[in-house]
């Protein structure tokens, strides 16, 4: 199943094109950013900036298309229960396994923002909160 799924988008969602290494396999649903070298990889803790992959890009391919959108709402899995107190907070991502969560407990990069609308998670659940991408790929 996809870490993350896009729940709005826009006619005109900005979409760009990155190089990545053929062995990089890198899924929908995933959230991507580029490495030392500026080749997308899958984003990690550390990830300064982001873009969403849509479709993703397998063993072989040498580029990726990515959404570079700050205004489109994506849907994750938290790392703790979704709380009111979220709700239009700035946060990080955290990769626990082989999973991308949205890390509600800290702001060090704060690479995610937690929607504020009364649909952005449900209290006391970890699954289903809704965010965008604050710090993009451009």
Not at 45 to 61: C, H, I, P, R, Y
Not at 87 to 109: F, H, K, P, W, Y
């Amino acid at each position: 199943m996809a870490d993350f799924k896009m729940v709005s988008t826009y006619s005109d969602t900005r979409r760009i094109e990155l190089e990545k290494a053929s062995a990089t396999v890198i899924e929908a649903g995933d959230l991507v950013t580029l490495d030392a070298g500026g080749l997308a990889i899958k984003a990690t803790a550390a990830s300064t900036a982001l873009a969403f992959s849509e479709v993703g890009a397998g063993d072989g391919e040498t580029t990726i298309t990515v959404v570079s959108d700050d205004r489109v709402l994506l849907e994750g899995t938290a790392d703790a229960n979704f709380a009111k107190a979220n709700r239009g907070a700035e946060v990080d991502l955290v990769v626990n396994s082989t999973n991308q969560e949205i890390d509600l407990g800290a702001s060090t990069t704060d690479v995610l923002k937690v929607a504020a609308s009364t649909d952005a998670g449900t209290v006391g659940s970890a699954e289903k909160v809704r965010v965008r991408i604050n710090k993009v790929i451009f």
